[in-house]
Structure formats: structure tokens, C-alpha cells
């Protein structure tokens, strides 16, 4: 019988307090025998060290542009191509934005517009209700809506960072992963 092939995991972290919990979501697909690369925005490197994704993924981090590499290949054509999906957890609303306008000023957005169109991208937005529910960002999450191989894993309402309570928190993880399956047909 043929051992099926391991599926590649692209994580794009973005800069918001949820950041933390993409550490467990990396164990979890790790653990669910994926292969998993990380992909920061400059500003999420600012809050947590990319040495910790390197640590939990025994792979290297990804978060600029025109970081030194060895085989001087273009970056983001080559995650891309390596990924089978990509994810982006947590989705701020800046990179939200960005997604939905196709705006590729950093790593993670460049990936996301270079994949071809039958790789899945799960993106599981985090943020301040406010943020959240603004005219903006609800226009920004329809257009993603209409892009054929994305989905959006919608915030939860709990308590957010700010100690206000609404909708904003990033989706259990559960659920992310449930959607990448999904997307995957697994």
C-alpha cells in the first residue's frame, strides 16, 4: 500500500496579541503529521522571537523580503510552491487589508498572492470588536469571501485584550485546523 504523501503547512503570523497561540496551532499540525513552515510580518517578529516557531517547527522562519538565502531563490515563489496550504493565524485587520486588496509590501502577502489558486488559504482573523466590526474590515472579509480558495475562520466573542468583551478572538484552534482539512478534502 502506498504511504500517503505529508501535506506541507504554510503558517503566515501576523502582529496581534493572539500571536501566542499560533505556538500551539504549529504543535497541533505538527502532531497531526504535517510539515510545517512559519512566515512572520515584520511587526509579529517584534512581538514574539522567530526562534521559538523554529524551535516547535525544526524548520527556518520566513519574514523578509530580501533576507540572504542560500539557493537565491525568490522567497515567495518558493513557499508558495512548496506549500499545499496556507494559513494565516492570526489574520490582523491590517493584513486582512492587505488580502483582500492584493497589497504584497511584505513576505506574507506576496506568498499569499503568488500561490496558485487550487492551494487552499485558511485565514482566521483576531482583533478589537471595534476593529472587527468596522464597515472596512466587513468589506475586506466579503472580498476575501469571493476569492474561491479562501476561507475565513470568523473570530469568536470573549474576552479580548483590551478586558472588553466581543467578537474578535482568534477561532479555537480546533477549528482552524477542522477548516484546513477541509479545504485539503481530508
Known sequence: ???????????????????????????ILRKRGFAVKVVMTPNATKLISS?????LTDEKVYAG????????SLKHIALSKWADAFIVAPCSANTVAK???GICDNLLTS???????????VVAPAMNTNM?????????????????????????KGVLASFDK????????EDIVKQLKAALGK
Not at 51 to 55: G, R, V, Y
Not at 132 to 156: A, D, G, L
Not at 168 to 173: E, F, M, T, W
Open 1 to 27: 500500500m502506498k504511504a500517503k504523501k505529508q501535506k506541507n503547512i504554510l503558517l503566515g503570523v501576523t502582529a496581534g496579541v493572539a500571536i501566542y497561540k499560533s505556538c500551539s496551532l504549529v504543535r
Open 51 to 55: 526562534k521559538l516557531f523554529e524551535s
Open 65 to 72: 523580503m530580501f533576507e540572504e538565502i542560500s539557493d537565491y
Open 99 to 101: 488580502l483582500a486588496h
Open 111 to 121: 506568498i499569499a498572492l503568488a500561490l496558485p489558486q487550487n492551494k487552499p488559504v
Open 132 to 156: 472587527w466590526k468596522n464597515p472596512v474590515t466587513r468589506k475586506n472579509i466579503s472580498q476575501i469571501c469571493e476569492i474561491k480558495n479562501y476561507t475565513i475562520v470568523n473570530p469568536q
Open 166 to 173: 466581543g467578537e474578535g478572538v482568534l477561532a479555537p484552534l
